[in-house]
């Protein structure tokens, strides 16, 4: 796979998703109101015709290990394009190291590869810590319901490959569960990554899961707990209660479903 590195004469905070944002749009990037990246790209040297291709982007983040993603959304999934890791140099400077890791979409990386390129020598370093004055998009508010209870109920017995048999996976990581144990924070940030839609969200620990389901038309959101080792069961501010419990230091895999309109 093809891979190489970004070397940037200022500490370049990464982690921050809007960090990330501007530089590429300073690098000539487009983004959508939902904060995805949008390429055009000709199907060969010698075509006029292009095609389309939506990225996502997000920062991966345990401990301080910190690792900026790029995929391409297909319709039932992301596939990973891109992957960089930070190493802080001496003097303030910052080496991105990148590696395109999708044979599928090679042309794809080397266009991020270029537009990152281009953004970090655009912005001044004073920039790159600022924080935006407007969002991209309007804010939309955040209210606790049981709309989705009877749904969350069944989602809690399966497991999480018989899920994607009815609902197609949107996005799959690992975090540290401090970076989730705020929820609505979590959940503000979600909605600026993903087109509207409803969806259910899988946080999976060690012996338990905090099930989310939310509908960002009408920003409601549905969160139920469980934990197989205690045998305990909450439903709405009792499952975010008992999330708060546990060690903010442990390991858990995040899993957004798409729930398919046909379905509801």
């Not at 991966?60 to 930070?86: A, C, H, I, K």
């Not at 990581?173 to 259910?200: A, C, H, M, S, W």
Request: charged share 35%; glycine share 6%; aromatic share 8%.
């Amino acid at each position: 796979m093809k891979k190489g590195k970004i070397t940037a004469d200022a500490e370049v905070p990464v982690e921050n998703v809007d960090t990330l944002a501007r530089i590429i749009e300073a690098g000539g990037g487009k983004l959508n109101r939902y904060g995805d990246l949008v390429l055009e790209l000709r199907k060969s040297l010698l075509s006029t015709k292009k095609e389309k291709y939506v990225v996502e982007f997000g920062v991966l983040r345990r401990g301080d290990f910190v690792r900026p993603f790029f995929s391409v959304r297909t319709d039932n999934q992301l596939e990973p394009v891109l992957l960089m890791d930070v190493d802080r140099k001496e003097g303030g400077k910052t080496e991105l190291k990148w590696k395109c890791v999708s044979e599928t979409y090679k042309k794809v990386c080397d266009e991020l590869v270029k537009i990152l390129k281009r953004g970090l020598s655009a912005l001044p370093s004073k920039q790159l810590h600022e924080t935006p004055q407007t969002p991209q998009q309007e804010v939309r508010k955040l209210k606790m319901s049981e709309a989705y209870s009877s749904r969350l109920d069944g989602f809690a017995e399966v497991t999480l490959a018989n899920a994607i048999l009815k609902y197609p996976i949107r996005l799959r990581y690992e975090d540290e569960l401090k970076n989730l144990q705020k929820i609505e924070t979590f959940l503000r940030e979600f909605l600026y990554r993903v087109e509207e839609g409803k969806y259910i969200i899988a946080i999976s620990g060690e012996d338990w899961r905090l099930v989310i389901g939310v509908n960002t038309y009408t920003g409601e959101y549905t969160p139920s707990f469980i934990s197989w080792k205690s045998n305990e069961r909450y439903l709405g501010e009792a499952a975010i209660s008992r999330l708060k419990k546990i060690n903010p230091e442990e390991k858990v895999t995040i899993t957004v479903y798409k729930i398919p309109e046909s379905s509801e």
